[in-house]
C-alpha cells in the first residue's frame, strides 16, 4: 500500500478484522532495519514509496514476491518520471504477475486533467482496466460512510 494515510491504514486494519483475515497488516513507519525479514513473513504493507524503492535497490525485497501494489492519490501519476511509477517499473520489470490497484479522491483533478491525462496515469502505472465509482450513487456515498462495510481492498 503506496501514500495510504493513518486514516486508510486504519480502515483497512478494521476491514481485515471484519473478514477475519489471517494476513498481517504492517506499517512500515521510520527506520526498521528488520524489513527484510518482515518482508518473507509476508502479509499487507503500508510504505511510502521511498522506501520501497530503497528497499528494492538495495535487495532488502524481492520484487519477485510482491503479489501487487495498492497506490493512493494516484491521480497524482501521470508521468512516467513520477516516483509511484518508478515503483511500478522496478516491481513489473522481474514480475509481470503483480497487480496494480489505483485509487484517487480527486475526481476534480481527473476532470481538470481530461482523459488524455487519465490515459496517461494509467499506461505510467501499467493500469489497463478502470473502474469509476461516482459519489453521488447512493450505494457507493453509503459504502463510504459506513467505514466498516468495506469487504474488498
Do not use: W
Not at 524481492?62 to 516491481?91: W, Y
Amino acid at each position: 500500500m503506496i501514500n495510504f494515510d493513518e486514516t486508510n491504514y486504519q480502515s483497512c486494519e478494521q476491514s481485515l478484522q471484519l473478514l477475519n483475515s489471517k494476513i498481517p497488516l504492517v506499517h512500515m513507519k521510520g527506520e526498521n532495519t528488520k524489513r527484510s525479514e518482515l518482508y518473507l513473513k509476508g502479509g499487507v504493507f503500508c510504505i511510502s514509496y521511498k522506501q520501497l524503492v530503497l528497499d528494492l535497490l538495495c535487495k532488502k525485497v524481492s520484487p519477485l514476491i510482491i503479489t501487487g501494489l495498492l497506490i493512493n492519490a494516484a491521480h497524482q501519476c501521470h508521468r512516467e518520471t513520477d516516483c509511484e511509477t518508478f515503483v511500478v517499473k522496478m516491481v513489473k520489470r522481474e514480475n509481470s504477475k503483480c497487480f496494480i490497484k489505483c485509487f484517487s479522491d480527486q475526481a476534480e483533478a481527473v476532470k481538470r486533467g481530461g482523459l488524455t491525462k487519465l490515459e496517461q496515469a494509467m499506461r505510467a502505472l501499467h493500469v489497463d482496466k478502470l473502474v469509476l465509482l461516482p459519489r453521488i450513487s447512493q450505494t457507493v456515498v453509503e459504502s463510504l460512510d459506513s467505514g466498516g462495510d468495506i469487504s474488498h481492498l
